[in-house]
């Protein structure tokens, strides 16, 4: 049975749209045997736990993160990362840490199809930057990348498959 997902409200989920969105998109793909595709959580460690609550209150990451999502679809490796923003005129790369750069180069490398999920909150619009792409700004040192170039080089993302962001379709994959 698939997932009902609802809309986050709270100050402390806030930029969590775009992920709700990607997973729900996920599980449709899992459901209709499309792609095979695993959100990629950061192993942490726990230092104390509140014993009345029972809440983590002291805490640190194992390990740094490596992108959001990888799996497979239609045997093709796929790995990409979700990011949203609130500027309406650019992505700013501080959005992206540089392991998260890295393993997408290495799949990349692989033979894989890597590349970002971006989000423009202010337009309502997602867009697919290949991770080749993405390598000409941050290779350049540059610290943003202008919405300009998402509506004219990028790949828009829409609805498709019963989800509001079929990503694999505006792929073509």
Not at 66 to 86: M, N, P, Q
Request: aromatic share 12%; charged share 30%.
């Amino acid at each position: 049975m698939a997932r009902v997902y609802k809309k986050r409200n709270s100050f402390s989920n806030r930029g969590k749209d775009l992920e709700m969105y990607v997973d729900q998109a996920i599980e449709r793909y899992r459901l209709l045997k499309v792609a095979a595709i695993d959100r990629n959580e950061t192993p942490i460690g726990i230092n104390a736990v509140d014993p009345k609550t029972k809440k983590i209150t002291d805490a640190f990451f194992k390990e740094k993160a490596t992108v959001d999502y990888s799996g497979l679809t239609r045997g093709t490796f796929i790995a990409f990362d979700a990011k949203e923003t609130a500027d309406k005129n650019k992505f700013p790369l501080k959005n992206l840490h540089k392991h998260q750069y890295e393993r997408l180069k290495e799949y990349t490398e692989q033979g894989g199809v890597t590349f970002l999920l971006v989000h423009f909150k202010a337009h309502h619009e997602t867009y697919i930057l290949k991770r080749l792409d993405l390598s000409l700004w941050w290779e350049d040192g540059a610290k943003s990348i202008p919405y300009e170039f998402f509506k004219t080089k990028c790949i828009k993302c829409g609805p498709g498959r019963n989800v509001p962001l079929d990503f694999l379709a505006s792929l073509q994959i």
